[in-house]
């Protein structure tokens, strides 16, 4: 199979990550066994992984979407460069998390930015608890420390595209991880 155009190398293989998603939704599973949990994950990016998470968690729980709208110097909607911007929520939650257990599910955790205004905005809200699920964590481009719960990768300050992370809308339905080059594609 011929790799897409712009894609340097694979960082983490289909395999490598469905195993370390069985392996933090073990961790999850076993934290809030008994409890009322609810997965929120932020559009688009983060329903490949929501969905391989949800399907791995072996204790009942619920879902609902958040849509964001970022406005500053980002790489064509993909929040993994440019300096931070206003957001804003463009769809919200279809339920209320009042006395909920709350794991926000992102794709990426970059500059804490946007990971702090979504807990902000959900913690007004009056959940029972809310926490954090990342796939991949690039904490060294962290401005604002935000608390990570649950991360499946720590990644080095790289442009990458796969499992829901694109560049203009491509290569979300990779089922790896891969470093990819914006200026090649």
């Known amino acids: 199979m011929t790799a897409p155009p712009g894609i340097e190398r694979v ?18 599973s076993t934290k809030y066994q008994g409890r009322d949990l609810k997965l929120i994950a932020v559009l688009k990016g983060a329903v490949f992984f929501l969905t391989a998470l949800a399907r791995a968690i072996e204790i009942p729980l619920k879902v609902d979407f958040l849509a964001i709208s970022s406005f500053g110097d980002q790489v064509h909607g993909n929040r993994q460069g440019g300096a931070p911007g206003m957001v804003r929520i463009a769809k919200d939650l279809d339920h209320p ?5 709350i794991l926000l599910v992102e794709d990426i955790v970059d500059t804490g930015f946007t990971t702090r205004y979504l807990l902000q905005t959900l913690a007004g809200r009056e959940p029972r608890s809310l926490g954090i699920c990342t796939l991949l964590d690039r904490t060294v481009r962290r401005i604002v420390q935000v608390p990570v719960d ?12 796969g499992c829901g992370l694109d560049f203009k809308q491509r290569y979300r ?3 790896y991880i ?4 914006p200026e090649k594609s």
Request: net charge negative; hydrophobic share 45%; proline share 2%.
């Open 173 to 175: 339905n990779l089922g």
């Open 178 to 181: 891969a470093v990819m080059d």
């Open 150 to 161: 649950y991360r499946c990768f720590e990644i080095p300050d790289r442009f990458v595209v």
């Open 11 to 28: 960082l983490f293989t289909e395999e490598q990550v469905n195993q370390r998603i069985r392996e933090v939704a073990a961790e999850i």
């Open 97 to 101: 998390i009042q006395d909920e257990d």
